[in-house]
């Protein structure tokens, strides 16, 4: 089993920052990806960013070069660093985490973007 704990979500400007954060807990030691996901009002879930174990990183094309994942595995972190925020990026965000064939959810952490 795996937990995990999301924070740093919040309201800010278009054009601003926002930092979230991922803690992981449990049988850490076979997480392989780690990822961040988002779910806008009305519509489906969808991939942000993820990083391997190894640190190879893949983005959403929307979000390229304005958000940045890192991970921490000393600390058993992963982070979004969001940049150049848009009202479009609003949504809940969800870590996840992938361990095997099983993938770990957070419980979301709400991020709005003003215009």
């Known amino acids: 089993q795996v937990q995990l704990v999301e924070s740093g979500g919040g309201l800010v400007q278009a054009g601003g920052s926002l930092r979230l954060s991922c803690a992981a807990s449990g049988s850490i030691f076979s997480i392989n990806s780690m990822g961040w996901y988002r779910q806008a009002p009305g519509k489906q879930r969808e991939l942000v960013a993820v990083?391997?174990?190894?640190?190879?990183?893949n983005y959403a094309d929307s979000v390229k070069g304005r958000l940045t994942i890192s991970r921490d595995n000393a600390k058993n972190t992963v982070s979004l660093q969001m940049n150049s925020l848009k009202p479009e990026d609003t949504g809940v965000y969800y870590c996840?985490?992938?361990?095997?064939?099983?993938?770990?959810w957070g419980q979301g952490t709400q991020v709005t973007v003003s215009s």
């Open positions: 990083i391997t174990s190894g640190g190879n990183t």
């Open positions: 996840k985490a992938r361990s095997g064939r099983r993938d770990y």
